[in-house]
């Protein structure tokens, strides 16, 4: 089943393993609601030289952000978050096995200041989603619309349906401020290398980087 997913910023292990799980068709993007505060929309969980921690970005606040449709929302880029950003990665995975492979990239990404949150999330899942080697299309959505019920079979058993687009909905089930167990009901609730995970041990459903930097080509055989 296809799966319906929110943009994200960094997105989490879990949300490119549930895209993933559509591969050869397609999953569905979010393009249609209005900005919610405290979500990946904006932030990303990371792992540094002390333990699990999270990045976040501005948005330009005004005319009731909230009440915004997503693809308005405007990145504040009049405060210094993104050089935070890119010496916070660099920092945290400098001695990754794969970084410098990929970093110039990904910081380009960066460095060209999408206009948009929507923009910048989209460059940011495509890269991604283009180096790991997933072979899934991106649809966006053309309008909202609501859960209609639950799913009854399959992995996504249990969680919520959306009749609209025929997809399981995951667009609240993969949150920041509550677990989820996408990666157990795939299969691939498993550990690999992390650069401190001596000291700290294994953090899991951490962004997709933390995998990517670590693992390089082989976070395929982690994500299908």
Same mark, same amino acid.
Request: hydrophobic share 35%; net charge neutral.
């Given at each position: 089943?296809?799966?319906?997913?929110?943009?994200?910023?960094?997105?989490?292990?879990?949300?490119?393993?549930?895209?993933?799980? +559509?591969?050869?068709?397609?999953?569905?993007?979010?393009?249609?609601?209005?900005?919610?505060?405290?979500?990946?929309? $904006?932030?990303?969980?990371?792992?540094?030289?002390?333990?699990?921690?999270?990045?976040?970005?501005?948005?330009?606040?005004?005319?009731?952000?909230? +009440?915004?449709?997503? =693809?308005?929302?405007?990145?504040?880029?009049?405060?210094?978050?993104?050089?935070?950003?890119? @010496?916070?990665?660099?920092?945290?995975?400098?001695?990754?096995?794969?970084?410098?492979?990929?970093?110039?990239?990904?910081?380009?990404?960066?460095?060209?200041?999408?206009?948009?949150?929507?923009?910048?999330?989209?460059?940011?899942? @495509?890269?991604?989603?283009?180096?790991?080697?997933?072979?899934?299309?991106?649809?966006?959505? +053309?309008?909202?619309?609501?859960?209609?019920?639950?799913?009854?079979?399959?992995?996504?058993?249990?969680?919520?349906?959306?009749?609209?687009?025929?997809?399981?909905?995951?667009?609240?089930?993969?949150?920041?401020?509550?677990?989820?167990?996408?990666?157990? @009901?795939?299969? =691939?609730?498993?550990?690999?290398?992390?650069?401190? +995970?001596?000291?700290?041990?294994?953090?899991? $459903?951490?962004?997709?980087?933390?995998?990517?930097?670590?693992?390089?080509?082989?976070?395929?055989?982690?994500?299908?």
């Amino acid at each position: 089943m296809q799966v319906l997913l929110d943009t994200a910023y960094f997105p989490p292990i879990q949300y490119f393993a549930a895209l993933s799980a +559509s591969a050869g068709q397609c999953f569905f993007l979010e393009a249609s609601e209005n900005y919610q505060k405290q979500s990946y929309r $904006n932030r990303c969980h990371f792992y540094s030289a002390s333990g699990l921690q999270s990045l976040s970005f501005p948005v330009v606040h005004g005319n009731g952000t909230v +009440s915004l449709p997503i =693809k308005e929302i405007r990145v504040d880029y009049s405060r210094p978050w993104l050089q935070q950003h890119k @010496r916070a990665i660099i920092s945290a995975y400098r001695t990754s096995a794969f970084f410098e492979y990929y970093q110039d990239e990904l910081f380009s990404i960066l460095d060209s200041r999408p206009e948009t949150l929507w923009e910048l999330n989209l460059a940011i899942i @495509r890269f991604f989603i283009d180096k790991i080697g997933i072979p899934v299309e991106i649809r966006q959505t +053309s309008e909202f619309t609501s859960p209609s019920g639950l799913c009854r079979d399959g992995v996504w058993s249990g969680l919520p349906y959306c009749s609209g687009y025929d997809a399981c909905d995951l667009r609240d089930v993969i949150h920041p401020k509550r677990p989820d167990d996408i990666l157990r @009901r795939l299969g =691939k609730e498993k550990p690999y290398f992390q650069v401190f +995970s001596l000291k700290y041990g294994f953090i899991p $459903n951490l962004s997709i980087m933390d995998l990517l930097f670590n693992e390089g080509p082989d976070s395929i055989s982690y994500i299908i």
